[in-house]
């Protein structure tokens, strides 16, 4: 089931098994994510994400999630996955990204955790670094996951993001809020995890499929 629609990108991340990587590819995800953090309910192998990365190609990139991860398991996760793209997601510094980018030759994405507006300077000294921004909610208190805790933060904040800022738009998306989401900050990309999900860390193919289509249909009517 592929729906048409204007060029939107859509990362479905934290996939685990072959049935949810089929089901994203199927609904035109343009990303696919893998998360490597053991305290994530979405973390996986790297040899496992390398085998389930190879329906991706050619049809979606294939993203590589880590939280502050060093170069020993960088390099087992780009060896063993070979992704198209790295998403740090922990609290990297500027020259931190600047040398994994130049380690591995990989686009970056860069997350960032959003509350308030002055939340948004952080992302200033990466400019030039990094290849794409993600803007997620700031993790409830006693999380100890960065992302994929099913809460938002005001989409009304990402209107002061200077245009031609490239981001996906993530942090407790579903089927049901999409069309308010898009409405409200008009993001470049979106990127989803657990609310596509039936449990922690269980990707529901029919969650995915009623994701795609809410977002098809929110486009739809935005456009009419």
């Keep these: ?80 996955m070979a992704p198209d793209m790295l998403q740090l997601h922990g609290s990297e510094t500027p020259e931190r990204t600047a040398e994994i980018r130049a380690r591995y030759g990989l686009p970056v994405v860069k997350a960032f955790s959003i509350r308030e507006a002055s939340d948004l300077a952080a992302i200033e000294p990466y400019r030039g670094i990094v290849d794409r921004f993600l803007f997620d909610a700031k993790p409830p208190k006693g999380s100890e996951l960065p992302g994929g805790n099913g809460v938002s933060f005001d989409w009304a904040l990402l209107s002061s993001v200077p245009a031609g800022t490239d981001y996906f ?22 990127d989803i995890s657990s609310g596509v999900e039936s449990a922690p860390g269980a990707k529901d193919p029919a969650l995915i499929e009623a994701f795609f289509r809410a977002v098809d249909a929110a486009r739809k009517h935005r456009a009419a």
Aim: proline letters at 7%.
């Design 1 to 80: 089931m592929t729906i048409d629609r204007e060029p939107l990108d859509i990362k479905i991340c934290g996939l685990k098994t072959p049935q949810a990587v089929a089901a994203a590819l199927d609904g035109g995800a343009s990303h696919v994510g893998f998360i490597f953090f053991p305290k994530s309910p979405r973390n996986i192998e790297p040899e496992e994400a390398g085998r389930l990365r190879e329906a991706a190609r050619g049809r979606a990139l294939a993203v590589a999630v880590a939280v502050d991860a060093d170069d020993a398991l960088l390099d087992r996760i780009v060896a063993a």
């Design 169 to 190: 738009l993530s942090g407790g998306l579903n089927a049901g809020n999409i069309g308010e989401a898009l409405g409200i900050a008009a993001p470049p990309a979106i």
